[in-house]
């Protein structure tokens, strides 16, 4: 039975920092910024460039903002929200590679990250770096593009895709695979305030 956001609420112990205390040190701008309906798109490219800041400091390529994978990473947050449920995989089947292939974007590889609770994009990525599963994402060599989206409803909900787009000589990458990793992990255990949840697919080799 699909879990309703206030199922997950009461049966999951997971923990993140709280965002004045979780949220990475950066000169980023608009990274405390709170996620309205109003500041969505501030909000989006904040995360875009907190990405990037974590990936230039470790010698990785910085990730380029693909419109086709924010198309994909924002249906997904405001059907969350609409339909309120907390998964990679929508209540009708659709998990991340469908929506990323209805996006019309082809990928050799991709991943997805969500995160419910926090307001701030320094707060989410915070918890998102603290996070093994979800910081092997962002810090992924093999995705050279980004998509982020995110939908205010009763508590902002955040998704980011990572994908490299295939050539004409390289498969695309399935849109489910059974051993893709699905993480739901604790970070510093101090007030529940978020869940986070992470699903890849790697590239093909």
Not at 11 to 18: D, G, R
Not at 147 to 167: D, E, I, K, M, N
């Amino acid at each position: 039975m699909r879990r309703s956001l206030a199922f997950i609420a009461a049966v999951t112990a997971l923990f993140a920092l709280p965002a004045e205390a979780g949220a990475i040190a950066t000169e980023c701008a608009n990274f405390d910024l709170s996620a309205s309906k109003s500041s969505i798109a501030k909000v989006e490219a904040a995360v875009a460039r907190l990405v990037n800041e974590e990936r230039t400091s470790r010698g990785l390529n910085a990730l380029k903002r693909d419109a086709k994978l924010g198309r994909a990473a924002r249906g997904h947050s405001k059907d969350m929200a609409t339909r309120r449920y907390f998964d990679h995989d929508s209540p009708s089947g659709r998990d991340p590679g469908d929506r990323i292939a209805a996006a019309s974007y082809r990928a050799s590889f991709w991943g997805e990250n969500i995160f419910l609770g926090l307001r701030t994009a320094g707060g989410v990525m915070g918890g998102w770096m603290a996070s093994q599963g979800h910081c092997t994402n962002i810090l992924s060599p093999d995705a050279l593009d980004i998509g982020g989206g995110t939908a205010v409803g009763r508590s902002p909900l955040w998704t980011q895709v990572f994908g490299r787009a295939s050539s004409a000589n390289t498969p695309s990458a399935p849109s489910r695979r059974r051993a893709a990793a699905r993480t739901r992990v604790a970070s510093t255990p101090t007030v529940s305030v978020g869940l986070m949840s992470t699903m890849l697919v790697p590239a093909k080799r």
